[in-house]
């Protein structure tokens, strides 16, 4: 029997190509022209673009992650898994909160400009979330991470929203941490309480997916009075992504343990061809393909792109053993906390010098080796943090 490296390299590498995409696509996003088929389709388009396949995929790949990760928390004998499941999920939705204001502040009343208030509240999230070292003292500790709450409390009372109906911090939508926060909730508490069986992971896959589905067609209108109050799974699209990645997580545990991995290649292509006929299938009666409206179609062929994607890194990196040319973005995957957040505190400090790219960096062909240049450059800077024990871990 084959034991298990304390980290599955495939699941690493597909991590950093995952998060290095999604830096780009996000700088990349209002660059004109440059490529539709690379942006976001629009919320009516019945269509799909790479950036519309990033997200699925980073959710599919906090799936893969779970049950490793507690198996590995358990070897190290931490048997607090419930609790760190919800003070993990509480903390992204916590900090998704903040960082979904920050778009309706107001800078005509606030007291302090926009990219100021963004980049301390960053910077606050940095103190509390800081990954200390086994050789800071505890005091040290408590009075840093004691600074970034203080320093967070401060900026919510300054805080001044341009909502004609809300004047203060209030929740617009669960921004890209908070619905990782969920799905990461509800999922990781389904793998843990029914103990990794792997119908459980099917079973719970199958659920959201069709949960997904009764939703978009109309059949779990009789919910809607309990909505506002009890909604966690909102149409069950981020957790079908989560869930699928644990089943193909559970799958691959057992299939290598019994020197079976080969057999995974074809369990995940055949889920692809399937997913994909039925993505197509519902697409002419469930409002086309759309990431916007988390319509059945994206999350059908979003599902099926990430396990053939993750079945060619598992040939890749796990069997042919070829990871060195994962190296230059490694610690997107590795480190990936940190390298989305990094982003959010340059946006505002470059915003905040009031200095612009020139014009063939910022349009077309020029545009497109800007926004390249630039998630190197946050993935750089995450390894160099890291290298000086600067790492966000929550």
């Not at 490793?68 to 909160?97: C, Q």
């Not at 990461?184 to 119908?199: D, E």
């Not at 497109?368 to 966000?392: H, P, Q, R, Y």
Request: proline share 4%; with cysteine; charged share 15%.
């Amino acid at each position: 029997m084959n034991s298990l490296p304390s980290r599955v390299r495939s699941i690493d590498a597909f991590r950093a190509v995952t998060m290095f995409l999604m830096i780009f696509v996000n700088d990349l996003d209002d660059v004109p022209n440059t490529p539709q088929w690379i942006h976001h389709a629009k919320i009516n388009a019945d269509a799909l673009g790479l950036a519309d396949t990033i997200f699925p995929a980073f959710l599919f790949i906090v799936g893969l992650s779970i049950p490793f990760a507690f198996k590995n928390r358990l070897i190290r004998g931490d048997y607090h898994t419930p609790l760190r499941i919800v003070v993990r999920s509480f903390a992204l939705i916590f900090m998704g909160f903040f960082f979904s204001n920050v778009d309706s502040y107001s800078e005509a009343t606030a007291l302090l400009p926009r990219p100021v208030w963004e980049s301390l509240m960053v910077f606050s999230f940095f103190f509390i979330f800081l990954n200390y070292s086994k050789n800071t003292s505890a005091l040290k500790k408590y009075l840093l991470q004691g600074f970034g709450v203080a320093l967070l409390l401060v900026l919510s009372l300054l805080y001044k929203s341009k909502d004609p109906v809300h004047h203060w911090l209030h929740f617009t939508w669960w921004e890209i941490l908070g619905l990782i926060g969920w799905s990461y909730l509800i999922c990781a508490l389904i793998y843990y309480y029914s103990k990794g069986h792997l119908w459980i992971q099917a079973a719970a896959w199958m659920f959201f997916m069709f949960f997904n589905i009764d939703f978009h067609f109309g059949m779990l209108d009789f919910l809607n009075p309990l909505r506002d109050y009890v909604w966690l799974s909102g149409n069950g699209a981020m957790q079908s992504f989560t869930m699928a990645g644990v089943f193909v997580a559970v799958l691959y545990m057992r299939l290598r343990e019994r020197d079976e991995l080969k057999l995974l290649w074809i369990g995940m292509l055949l889920m692809a061809v399937i997913l994909f006929n039925l993505g197509f299938i519902v697409r002419y009666f469930s409002g086309g393909i759309s990431k916007m409206r988390d319509t059945p179609s994206w999350v059908l062929i979003c599902t099926a792109i990430s396990l053939v994607v993750y079945a060619v890194f598992i040939f890749i990196v796990d069997f042919k053993k070829k990871y060195n040319w994962v190296k230059p973005i490694e610690p997107a995957g590795t480190n990936a906390f940190t390298c989305y957040i990094i982003p959010g505190l340059f946006y505002p400090l470059f915003e905040m010098t009031n200095l612009q790219y020139p014009g063939y960096i910022s349009q077309g062909t020029g545009g497109l080796i800007k926004c390249l240049v630039f998630a190197f450059a946050m993935v750089w800077l995450t390894g160099l943090l890291e290298k000086v024990n600067i790492k966000l871990k929550i």
